[in-house]
């Protein structure tokens, strides 16, 4: 699976939206997008994946560049139950590839 | 739905105490896995199984063992407690090996 890098850590005004980076520089063709968050304690929790084209549920919304060597994963309106790690992974859905998470985007969000 | 459920919650082992931790999962999904989390660090996979009756070993799966007798539970056991085991523990699944998981609330597991 190709490599990710994240911020160590982010800070958001609630209310405002959340911008997530995430560089995927070494993506291949079959590999997808996903993310995940943790808040603290609890377990991962997935929030959307996607292929090249952007995605919206009702959670957030994955913006994926053109070329597919970055992304960005919005929030459009954090609350402070958002502050949480945020984990970028890329994962090829055409093999029985296991999901590794690195460090992730510890994401504050200020009151 | 329950989703994925974890037992224990909370566990505290000699060392060289064996136990099993217990995942179950109400969602009828194919694969299921175990991961451990460290203190700061991210997750890493120790086990996982595909489909019932199948396991596959992940990055850490020395001192571990699994079974998947039935679809919808996990089981993952230590052997031999040993202080290097002390971590949080989480079970996960998805309706197939490559899609998205979903995971449990943990098991938090001290060895003395």
């Known amino acids: 699976d190709a490599k990710t890098t994240q911020p160590t850590s982010m800070d958001c005004a609630e209310g405002r939206a959340a911008n997530l980076p995430c560089n995927h520089s070494?993506?291949?063709?079959?590999?997808?997008v996903y993310w995940y968050r943790q808040i603290h304690s609890q377990g991962p929790q997935y929030i959307i994946h996607?292929?090249?084209n952007n995605e919206t549920n009702e959670m957030a919304s994955l913006i994926i560049t053109e070329d597919r060597k970055s992304s960005t994963l919005i929030l459009p309106h954090a609350t402070l139950r958002d502050t949480a790690v945020y984990y970028c992974?890329?994962?090829?859905?055409?093999?029985?590839?296991?999901?590794?998470f690195g460090k992730g985007t510890r994401l504050h969000i200020l009151p | 739905n329950a989703g994925v459920t974890q037992t224990p919650k909370f566990q505290v082992l000699k060392t060289g105490q064996s136990m099993t931790l217990q995942c179950a999962q109400d969602m009828n999904h194919n694969s299921m896995y175990w991961y451990r989390q460290d203190p700061g660090m991210g997750l890493r996979l120790i086990y996982y199984?595909?489909?019932?009756?199948?396991?596959d070993k992940g990055e850490v799966p020395d001192g571990y063992n699994v079974s998947r007798l039935k679809k919808q539970n996990f089981l993952l056991g230590l052997e031999s407690a040993a202080p290097s085991q002390t971590s949080v523990y989480f079970c996960?699944?998805?309706?197939?090996?490559?899609?998205?998981?979903?995971f449990g609330p943990g098991t938090r597991l001290t060895v003395t």
């Open positions: 070494t993506i291949s063709g079959n590999e997808y």
């Open positions: 996960a699944s998805s309706v197939q090996s490559r899609a998205e998981q979903y």
């Open positions: 992974i890329v994962r090829s859905t055409h093999r029985d590839d296991k999901i590794i």
């Open positions: 199984s595909a489909s019932e009756g199948t396991t």
């Open positions: 996607g292929l090249k």
